[in-house]
């Protein structure tokens, strides 16, 4: 009699605590909010990985610049619009608006 009724015990008990594994891995912090989160690390390891190739190519463009004047004053003349004196400069393509 003893037997049965530690046998009842432990068969309730193991129930009683799959359905807590089963309510709290349904729930909002269980196996879905796991899959999100792992999609999330996936997405922003990608982003890292494409900013740090944009880092590179960015520090690879300022060596190449450092290194070399001629490269350096294109660069700037481009940015800044600079034209020297007696240069004609030809814009092109529509006029705006």
Do not use: C, W
């Not at 940015?79 to 020297?84: D, F």
């Amino acid at each position: 009699m003893k037997a049965s009724v530690a046998r009842y015990a432990y068969v309730v008990a193991f129930i009683v605590v799959a359905s807590y594994a089963l309510v709290t891995l349904r729930g909002p912090k269980g196996v879905h909010a796991l899959f999100a989160k792992q999609a999330q690390i996936r997405e922003m390891e990608k982003r890292n990985a494409d900013l740090d190739k944009e880092i590179e190519r960015k520090r690879e463009h300022i060596r190449r610049l450092s290194d070399n004047p001629a490269d350096q004053e294109l660069e700037i003349r481009e940015r800044l619009k600079l034209v020297r004196p007696n240069e004609k400069v030809f814009i092109t393509g529509p006029p705006k608006q």
